[in-house]
């Protein structure tokens, strides 16, 4: 292992440049004294602070600045090195976890009211309630975790209650504390029903473990939920709700109509980081139910797409990266809708909030989708060929990309050996579930029915409508609504 590659390198890497300068400070304190000094360590580290990418960087070339008259190839200043570098380590661990305390009010104020109880300060407990719940209020959602932090503030409530024999606020803050516990454990079963769904489909998980379906056959939820119906949290009840029974319904459009006008008259009262989960769910609901060719959801797609970029809810906060597959799915859908002009806008001023190791291919890529939709086809295949094809996804999004240009420049050789390599590499693909699989393949079988028929006479039009008529009744074929556009043009 590379010395860049150590723990205590890729902890220190994370701090940004204001949290090493706290970390200085933090270090020399006395409260923090470590049998070791670790600071000629830390002072060295800092100058590699952030790429840490130096050739300079060794254990060798370090150890050698701090104890210039001692040899490292003796075992004994090996173990000092790595003494010292396990206690700087040490503090890093420290850092990270009181910075995180003191910058986490919430936290901060439940773990400081435990102490009064605990302590037995009591008759100071109330002179903190009211700010701790104050805080509680204005966080920002992390979409059901405020739910738990009031239980637990709900709980602390119960025991000072209790201490100071005030029974009816003992009984009203019990009470509180089962429908904020109850509220979150049915959002969060809800959110895993889905999640477990989607990730069986899409990465060919499967759990052995029965118990949250089990949970919810078990359940009268609709019954569940009416008891809910005079709490603030009523909404997000709902809306998960509704989102779970729709992937789990033969088409759902109802249900998923239902959850987006919820969440829509709702949007404005959001936090960013509820807006970011909702508006996924819908997403991938929605891409979910257009796969299994339901085309009414087919048509909610790229208007969320564009939402989402409108309320820049892809992304938690401003400093986060945009997720790849945001990114992938927004210019894919803009290609089907013909949106080209916006991919093209979407590129100029959303890849540079990709991580930057993706960014070239997903600029190529986008400019080769733009460049498709534009009839610039050799343009296209000049962008594709400036490619690195080293993501799952990517890798067969612009195989189907080509084939469709090849398809345009009448280059039936060239598709045929990348239909080849195409079915050869979803043979071996360990990681796409089989329906995803066949999804691809059937896609491929009707590519080259409909391109090898592509010349019928006038008298075999009979022949297009049999291709189109099997076409509609294959309830699993990727990019259905493109191969009709190619039916139409035998």
């Given at each position: 292992?590379?010395y860049?590659?150590?723990?205590?390198?890729?902890?220190?890497?994370?701090?940004?440049?204001?949290?090493?300068?706290?970390?200085?400070?933090?270090?020399?304190?006395p409260?923090?004294k470590?049998s070791?000094d670790?600071?000629?360590?830390?002072?060295?580290l800092?100058?590699f602070?952030?790429?840490?990418?130096?050739?300079?960087?060794?254990?060798?070339?370090?150890?050698?600045?701090?104890?210039?008259?001692?040899?490292?190839?003796?075992?004994k200043?090996?173990?000092?090195f790595?003494?010292?570098?396990?206690?700087?380590?040490?503090?890093?661990?420290?850092?990270?976890?009181f910075?995180?305390i003191?910058?986490?009010?919430?936290?901060?104020?439940?773990?400081?009211m435990?102490?009064?109880?605990?302590?037995?300060l009591?008759?100071?407990?109330?002179?903190?309630?009211?700010?701790?719940?104050?805080?509680l209020?204005?966080?920002?959602?992390?979409?059901?975790?405020?739910?738990?932090?009031?239980f637990h503030?709900?709980?602390?409530?119960?025991?000072?209650?209790?201490?100071i024999?005030?029974?009816?606020?003992l009984?009203?803050?019990?009470?509180?504390?089962?429908?904020?516990?109850s509220?979150?454990?049915?959002?969060?079963?809800?959110?895993?029903a889905?999640?477990?769904?989607?990730?069986?489909f899409g990465?060919?998980i499967n759990?052995?473990?029965?118990?949250?379906?089990?949970?919810?056959?078990?359940?009268?939820?609709?019954?569940?939920l009416?008891?809910?119906?005079?709490?603030?949290?009523y909404?997000?009840?709902?809306?998960?709700?509704?989102?779970?029974?729709?992937?789990?319904?033969?088409?759902?459009?109802?249900?998923?109509?239902?959850?987006?006008?919820?969440?829509?008259?709702?949007?404005s009262?959001?936090?960013r980081?509820?807006?970011c989960s909702y508006y996924?769910d819908?997403?991938?609901?929605?891409?979910?139910?257009?796969n299994?060719?339901?085309?009414?959801?087919?048509?909610?797609?790229?208007?969320?797409?564009?939402?989402?970029?409108e309320?820049?809810s892809?992304?938690?906060?401003?400093?986060?990266?945009?997720?790849?597959?945001?990114?992938r799915?927004?210019?894919?859908?803009?290609?089907?809708?013909?949106?080209?002009?916006?991919?093209?806008?979407?590129?100029?001023?959303?890849?540079?909030?990709?991580?930057?190791?993706?960014?070239?291919n997903?600029?190529?890529?986008?400019l080769?989708?733009?460049?498709?939709g534009?009839?610039?086809?050799?343009?296209s295949?000049?962008?594709?060929?400036?490619?690195?094809?080293?993501?799952?996804?990517?890798?067969?999004?612009?195989?189907?990309?080509?084939?469709?240009?090849?398809?345009?420049?009448?280059l039936?050789e060239?598709?045929?050996?990348?239909?080849?390599?195409?079915?050869?590499?979803?043979?071996?693909?360990?990681?796409?579930?089989?329906?995803?699989?066949?999804?691809?393949?059937?896609?491929l079988n009707?590519?080259?029915?409909?391109?090898?028929?592509?010349?019928?006479?006038?008298?075999?039009?009979?022949?297009?409508e049999?291709?189109?008529?099997?076409?509609?009744?294959?309830?699993?074929?990727?990019?259905?609504s493109?191969?009709n556009?190619?039916?139409?043009?035998?």
């Open positions: 292992m590379q860049n590659e150590t723990k205590l390198i890729v902890f220190f890497q994370s701090l940004s440049v204001s949290e090493l300068n706290e970390f200085e400070k933090f270090i020399i304190s409260f923090f470590q070791r670790p600071l000629p360590l830390y002072k060295i800092k100058r602070h952030p790429e840490f990418t130096s050739e300079k960087l060794t254990e060798e070339n370090i150890f050698a600045e701090i104890y210039p008259d001692l040899n490292f190839s003796d075992k200043s090996r173990d000092l790595r003494t010292i570098s396990s206690a700087l380590l040490k503090v890093v661990e420290e850092f990270i976890y910075s995180k003191k910058e986490d009010k919430v936290l901060r104020n439940k773990t400081f435990k102490e009064l109880l605990d302590r037995d009591t008759k100071y407990y109330k002179q903190y309630l009211q700010s701790a719940s104050d805080e209020d204005s966080k920002d959602s992390d979409y059901g975790e405020d739910i738990l932090e009031r503030l709900e709980k602390l409530n119960v025991r000072y209650y209790s201490h024999l005030d029974f009816e606020n009984f009203k803050y019990s009470e509180k504390s089962v429908e904020s516990i509220t979150y454990f049915l959002i969060d079963l809800f959110r895993t889905k999640s477990k769904f989607l990730g069986g990465r060919n759990s052995v473990n029965n118990t949250v379906s089990n949970l919810l056959k078990s359940l009268n939820m609709e019954m569940v009416k008891n809910f119906e005079n709490t603030p949290h909404f997000k009840l709902n809306f998960n709700y509704y989102t779970y029974k729709c992937l789990f319904d033969e088409n759902g459009f109802a249900l998923f109509e239902k959850a987006k006008n919820l969440f829509f008259e709702k949007k009262t959001l936090s980081y509820d807006k996924a819908l997403l991938n609901i929605a891409i979910f139910k257009n299994y060719r339901l085309p009414e959801f087919h048509n909610e797609i790229f208007p969320i797409i564009k939402s989402i970029v309320d820049r892809y992304k938690i906060s401003d400093s986060d990266f945009m997720q790849l597959d945001f990114y799915n927004a210019v894919l859908y803009a290609n089907v809708s013909k949106e080209y002009l916006w991919i093209e806008e979407f590129e100029k001023n959303h890849s540079r909030e990709l991580i930057p190791e993706f960014r070239d997903m600029k190529y890529y986008t080769a989708l733009f460049n498709y534009l009839g610039n086809y050799e343009i295949l000049e962008n594709i060929s400036k490619l690195k094809f080293d993501l799952k996804h990517f890798k067969i999004d612009v195989k189907i990309l080509m084939l469709k240009i090849y398809h345009k420049l009448n039936p060239q598709a045929h050996s990348l239909i080849d390599t195409f079915k050869h590499y979803l043979n071996n693909a360990k990681e796409l579930p089989p329906p995803v699989k066949d999804r691809y393949n059937n896609f009707y590519y080259l029915l409909i391109t090898r028929n592509n010349n019928i006479k006038d008298k075999d039009k009979n022949e297009k049999i291709i189109r008529k099997q076409l509609k009744n294959d309830k699993n074929v990727y990019l259905n493109w191969l556009e190619l039916i139409d043009e035998m």
